[in-house]
């Protein structure tokens, strides 16, 4: 089971505007919205404690966190979750590496695809709210998808790439 952090678990809506527009690999871009993100007075996304909670009491599977969160914020961000969700802060984690500015759904799925070769049958489950983790080839069919939508009371769903693919596929011929 893997976790993603911002906007999964964090609520870091009030920054986002901080961000580039595009990516880029000038790091100074990055910069107001790391310092800002350093900070601890960010609540989690609403849900998520009992949601977590929920899904590492039913299901046998060991968490992960996978985060486009630069190597910088590693301590921040560890913090956090002792504080807020500490089932997650043990966890094996996974930053970005501060010179990879490539976009993020590519780092993670780089990430991910590492984590499952050490780890075979990782992830059955990804929760994440970027709806395009799931076009990464780092999912497999038998994957799930859950999608946080601003909090956790309407977990989405949604299928893998290879389901998808199929289904599109059978829908044209």
Known sequence: MIFDCD????????????LPKVYTSNLSAYGPWREAAAGAGFPPVQGAKAGVHALLS?????????????ESLESATREWLQRN??????????????QDFSPTVES????????????PGVPAILVDDDRDMA??????????????????SALEEIPCLARGVQARVANEG
Do not use: Y
């Open 135 to 152: 076009l990464t080839e780092c999912m497999e069919q038998e994957d799930r998808l859950l999608i946080v939508s601003g909090d956790w």
């Open 108 to 119: 993670k799925a780089r990430r991910i695809h590492e984590i499952r070769i050490r780890n």
């Open 7 to 18: 906007q999964t678990l964090i609520d870091t809506r009030a920054i986002s505007h901080l």
């Open 58 to 70: 039913t299901r046998d599977a060991r968490p992960f966190l996978v985060t486009g969160r630069d």
């Open 85 to 98: 969700v500490p089932e997650l802060s043990a966890v094996e984690m996974s930053f970005r590496p501060e």
